[in-house]
């Protein structure tokens, strides 16, 4: 059996989420089954803006029950967070080099309203791959299986609270970079943004 690559769904992911696809170039596939994470990236992205890395957190439905599968998490939109993500995504890249070439192809996402947290951030996913150019088909777990056979397995390897998985990870030219410095492993928007084109040869 050939290896896969297995990775959770994840709200806008960071760079480091590209680099392990681009890195093993293996069969994609997502896990649904999984307990959903709190404080993960699953429902969270970082992106820099003049007043440093700000997190964006997709609000969910809470019901009674602690562990719920990923495929099982409903959006919550008893707020307007789309507006308020947007209009942060604009407000950071909007003078980004790429960020009109692009716009378009985002805005959907905070327009229409997707019920599954999992549906969202999947067809995501598939926008980011498509942008930059990672020819990857996005397959799904059938189940959860805690240590999948012939399966490289990144679920809890990609994670806000732990060290990044990218080692020494190289400068490239942000919006607000000569006030605040350099931010690695962001979002991957935020190197889509700036660096277009450049961003697969970059992962």
């Given amino acids: 059996m050939e290896s896969q690559l297995l990775l959770p769904a994840c709200y806008l992911p960071p760079i480091s989420y590209f680099h392990t696809i681009q890195e093993h170039n293996l069969p994609l596939i997502i896990e649904k089954y999984e307990h959903f994470q709190k404080q993960s990236y699953r429902t969270r992205a970082r992106i820099a803006s003049a007043n440093g890395v700000q997190d964006l957190i997709v609000p969910i439905q809470h019901g009674n029950k602690d562990r719920v599968p990923m495929k099982d998490i409903r959006i919550s939109y008893e707020f307007d967070w789309q507006r308020l993500h947007w209009l ?45 150019k990672l020819k990857h088909a996005v397959n799904f777990t059938q189940e959860y299986v805690a240590a999948p056979a012939d399966t490289i397995d990144y679920r809890n390897a990609i994670h806000p609270k732990k060290e990044s998985i990218l080692a020494n990870p190289k400068e490239y030219y942000q919006v607000f970079s000569d006030k605040n410095g350099f931010y690695p492993d962001l979002s991957i928007i935020d190197l889509l943004f700036n660096q277009g084109p450049q961003s697969k040869s970059y992962l």
Avoid: G, P, W
């Fill in 88 to 132: 942060s995504i604009q407000t950071a890249y909007r003078s980004s080099a790429y960020f009109e070439y692009y716009e378009d192809d985002f805005i959907q996402f905070y327009e229409a309203k997707f019920d599954y947290l999992v549906d969202f951030n999947v067809a995501q996913l598939e926008l980011l791959l498509k942008s930059i």
